[in-house]
């Protein structure tokens, strides 16, 4: 099974400032994925990204504010861009497992606490 | 569009004793995977138990056990003999089984149920 680092564990950054975290797999791995989460809330998925391909935005996220990049099958980083205090959250990355073909659920990062001040 | 729903904010338990945690979730597909995730105070989340909905047994894994009842949209989570370190938030999630489409490999999570152990 996969297993994910990531990085920073927590950050204070000033508002205005971009921050990038940073994701490594210890395996390659198709997807990755990018979640906020609110302390004592459930996960809110900003973007998958796919190697070789943009990344995918939900709704109410843009690559503008949360560009993504993913450079090859181990590695992936998302910036969050001129903050605000509303960007203060959790961020995490996730990616998928697999048992031969079939989906046996999802490795997570230990997050990001970001605070923005 | 899939959505999972815990009804339960907030459960405690007795040390020792048994609790059952409640998922529904909607869906028209018929096949798909659902999980439940365990994440402690330490943000890291954890998979606790994984069914596939073509499988009408359930899963289990060690004190966790699922009810998962498929014409009811129902997936409970059982926590036998509970431990202190049980203590977290545990999320329900779906996954849809398909490869492709808009949507597919994405998890969808329920709002969560905060877990107490007492002493």
């Known amino acids: 099974s996969a297993v994910i680092s990531q990085k920073p564990s927590r950050d204070i950054c000033q508002r205005g400032t971009s921050l990038t975290i940073q994701c490594q797999v210890d395996?390659?791995?198709?997807?990755m994925f990018w979640y906020r989460q609110q302390p004592g809330q459930s996960l809110t998925l900003i973007a998958t990204a796919n190697q070789g391909s943009e990344a995918t935005y939900e709704s109410g996220f843009v690559i503008d504010k949360f560009p993504i990049s993913r450079p090859n099958l181990t590695f992936s980083t998302l910036t969050v861009s001129n903050m605000s205090p509303e960007d203060s959250s959790i961020y995490l990355c996730?990616?998928?497992?697999?048992?031969?073909?079939?989906?046996?659920?999802?490795?997570f990062g230990s997050g990001t606490r970001l605070t923005v001040v | 569009a899939q959505t999972v729903t815990q009804s339960q904010p907030e459960m405690s338990v007795q040390e020792a004793e048994t609790v059952t945690l409640s998922c529904t979730y909607d869906t028209s597909e018929s096949d798909y995977y659902l999980f439940w995730y365990k994440q402690p105070p330490s943000r890291q989340m954890i998979l606790v138990i994984r069914?596939?909905?073509?499988?009408?047994q359930n899963a289990t894994e060690n004190r966790f056990s699922v009810n998962f009842q498929k014409a009811a949209k129902s997936f409970s989570l059982k926590i036998s003999d509970s431990q202190l370190g049980d203590a977290a938030m545990y999320f329900c999630?779906?996954?849809?089984?398909?490869?492709?489409?808009?949507?597919?490999?994405?998890?969808?999570f329920g709002k969560g149920t905060k877990l107490s152990v007492i002493p």
């Open positions: 996730s990616a998928e497992r697999y048992r031969g073909i079939a989906n046996y659920g999802y490795t």
């Open positions: 999630a779906y996954r849809s089984a398909q490869t492709t489409g808009a949507g597919s490999y994405q998890l969808t």
């Open positions: 395996s390659q791995v198709t997807m």
């Open positions: 069914q596939e909905a073509y499988k009408q």
